[in-house]
T-cell receptor, first 109, second 111 residues
């Protein structure tokens, strides 16, 4: 089975840095993915890790520790448009994607 | 534009009815995934097809079924609908060596 945990809600200030954590347990690991989802819209891909370490993509970075079953998404220089839900997903060895319940991020001025 | 097309965008139907949701994957993608997202809930994995064959099942109810056709488009059939089936239904494709690409979803309202 799969178990993926993320905080339900977070609030951060415009221009600041926020870290969204994700812990997981899975029967077969083949990558950790982060998606952004605005209300009522499709999830869009942000970042992905299959090996331990940090992956950086502009204002977004993601970190993975497979031994600890832990990942985080780091968002820098927060903008108001970053207010959204952030979904952590584990890709199983069978290539299915299992999602956490998402972290709703509110960016305040 | 993800390249994944879902129709219809919106669907309103009565309890007890049956509906069919349609998905066309990105060109070249063999895998199709179906997800359900209820209000304030995460994405619940329903089922995966790969090149016409069922590959994995998640939390899919017996009242729901899916298939993938030779042209790789997929349909999700929902029957004996209940109020609690009201949700956003997403289709995604990709996943082999890539991320999953999501369609815009079908918003189903059961009244």
């Amino acid at each position: 089975g799969q178990n993926i945990d993320q905080p339900t809600e977070m609030t951060a200030t415009e221009g600041a840095i926020v870290q969204i954590n994700c812990t997981y347990q899975t029967s077969g690991f083949n990558g950790l993915f982060w998606y952004q989802q605005h209300a009522g819209e499709a999830p869009t891909f942000l970042s992905y890790n299959v090996l331990d370490g940090l992956e950086e993509k502009g204002r977004f970075s993601s970190f993975l520790s497979r031994s600890k079953g832990y990942s985080y998404l780091l968002l820098k220089e927060l903008q108001m448009k970053d207010s959204a839900s952030y979904l952590c997903a584990v890709r199983h060895t069978g290539n299915q994607f299992y999602f956490g319940t998402g972290t709703s991020l509110t960016v305040i001025p | 534009d993800s390249g994944v097309t879902q129709t219809p965008k919106h669907l309103i139907t009565a309890t007890g009815q049956r509906v069919t949701l349609r998905c066309s994957p990105r060109s070249g993608d063999l895998s199709v995934y179906w997800y359900q997202q209820s209000l304030d809930q995460g994405l619940q994995f329903l089922i995966q097809y790969y090149n016409g064959e069922e590959r994995a099942k998640g939390n899919i109810l017996e009242r729901f079924s899916a298939q993938q056709f030779p042209d790789l488009h997929s349909e999700l059939n929902l029957s004996s609908l209940e109020l609690g089936d009201s949700a956003l239904y997403f289709c995604a494709s990709g996943g082999g060596n890539t991320e999953a690409f999501f369609g815009q979803g079908t918003r189903l309202t059961v009244v």
